[in-house]
Each structure stands twice: as structure tokens, then as C-alpha cells.
């Protein structure tokens, strides 16, 4: 399996912009994930999907941000306007249905992303 | 005060130590709890997986958790240059089913170097 994918790995923008970051889940998984990294904070989880439906946005910073899932191979995280202190590292990750002693996320690469 | 607490270290080890890294909790709700491994310039990947209390070894790793305490611990013998990496504790909770949610919590991670 080529794993999680992501696009693009590296976004330089101006602040001001919108930014659009892309994540392809591996094949049959259930759960996807988008997660926001940074020296200061660490991992922090944004939002995640079952089913494509969001469960839990209540990690999504401001309404500037957002993200979709219209189908089970792609999700979406998109930024508008992009401020300066958005610059973070963000990952997608994927998982199956939940089992009893079964559970772990893959992550993809990440997208780095600097708004000047 | 964050749900979960892991000193950021830098932890420098010679070659052939043993590394112990840990982390503190303060949610009793959390019933899985994970150990990534993530290189730098890569997405996190799952090294060691705990359910409840209890230890689990794999190799040179070994996993304990200790839910009195709200504590856990990995443990690396006969560490190598090769991991080197940042490690970070995750901690999920689970339904009355004993199935996780899947919302993982992450600590800030501990950056480890082994040099040779």
C-alpha cells in the first residue's frame, strides 16, 4: 500500500491567502485525521472523520478553518485568510474501525507550510 | 495544565544505553496508550501499543503503564544511532465496550539522540 498521502509538502504563501492541504487515506481505512504540529504545542488534533462525517472538530482553531471529507479516498483542510502564526507542520492520518486492542494511526508525511 | 505532560528533553545517551522516557496524565478516562517514534521531517509512526495497565515488551522496547500513578514509560536497552528520533507518549479513551474512540492525545514528545 503507498501509504497516507499528502499535498503539497511544502506551501510558502502570504498572508492573507487561502491555502488548500490535501490527504488521500489509505484504501479500506475508516478514520481520518488532521493534525497540527509545532514546537510550542506539540501534535494537536484538529478534526477527525468517520465515515467521511465529522466527529470532533473541537480541536479546529478558528473558522478560518475548515475541512471536508466528500469521499472515503479524500479530504481536504483548507485555511482562509492564512495568518502568519498558522505556520505549523500539518499531518493527515488514517485508521480502521476501532477494535479492542487493535488500533493505530498511520500518518502521512505532512505538509509544511510557512504564511509569511 | 495539558491532559498529558512529557518532558521535551534533549536526552543525549551514548551507544548501548538504556534510554527511559516518560509521561504523566492527569484524565483517568484514558485506557490506550501508545509510544510513536517519528524521525525528523517524517510523520509519526506507532512503535508501542499498551490497552489498560500492565507491561509489553518487543525487542530492545518495552511499554509499562501504571494507572494508580496516572505514569508511563518506555524503555529502549541497548539503545543505537538509529533511534535517534523524537518519541511521543498518545493516550486515547475508550467507550464502555473497552472500543478506543480514536481521538488521540499526544504529549509535547521527547527528542532523543544516540550518538556512537
Known amino acids: 500500500d503507498a501509504g497516507v498521502i499528502q499535498s503539497p509538502r511544502h506551501e510558502v504563501t502570504e498572508m492573507g491567502q487561502e491555502v488548500t492541504l490535501r490527504c488521500k487515506p489509505i484504501s479500506g481505512h475508516d478514520y481520518l485525521f488532521w493534525y497540527r504540529q509545532t514546537m510550542m504545542r506539540g501534535l494537536e488534533l484538529l478534526i477527525y472523520?468517520?465515515?467521511?462525517?465529522?466527529?470532533?472538530d473541537s480541536g479546529m482553531p478558528e473558522d478560518r478553518f475548515s475541512a471536508k471529507m466528500p469521499n472515503a479516498s479524500f479530504s481536504t483542510l483548507k485555511i482562509q485568510p492564512s495568518e502568519p502564526r498558522d505556520s505549523a507542520v500539518y499531518f493527515c492520518?488514517?485508521?480502521?474501525?476501532?477494535?479492542?486492542?487493535?488500533?493505530?494511526?498511520?500518518f502521512g508525511p505532512g505538509t509544511r507550510l510557512l504564511v509569511l | 495544565q495539558k491532559e498529558v505532560e512529557q518532558d521535551p528533553g534533549p536526552l543525549s545517551v551514548p551507544e548501548g544505553a538504556i534510554v527511559s522516557l516518560n509521561c504523566t496524565y492527569s484524565n483517568s478516562a484514558f485506557q490506550y496508550f501508545m509510544w510513536y517514534r517519528q524521525y525528523s521531517r517524517k510523520g509519526p509512526e506507532l512503535l508501542m501499543y499498551t490497552y489498560s495497565s500492565g507491561n509489553k515488551e518487543d525487542g530492545r522496547f518495552t511499554a509499562q503503564v501504571d494507572k494508580s500513578s496516572k505514569y508511563i514509560s518506555l524503555f529502549i536497552r541497548d539503545s543505537q544511532p538509529s533511534d535517534s528520533a523524537t518519541y511521543l507518549c498518545a493516550m486515547s479513551k475508550a467507550n464502555a465496550g473497552g472500543t478506543s474512540y480514536g481521538k488521540l492525545t499526544f504529549g509535547q514528545g521527547t527528542i532523543l539522540t544516540v550518538h556512537p
Open positions: 492520518a488514517s485508521s480502521r474501525l476501532a477494535l479492542r486492542y487493535q488500533e493505530t494511526q498511520y
Open positions: 472523520f468517520n465515515n467521511n462525517v465529522p466527529i470532533d
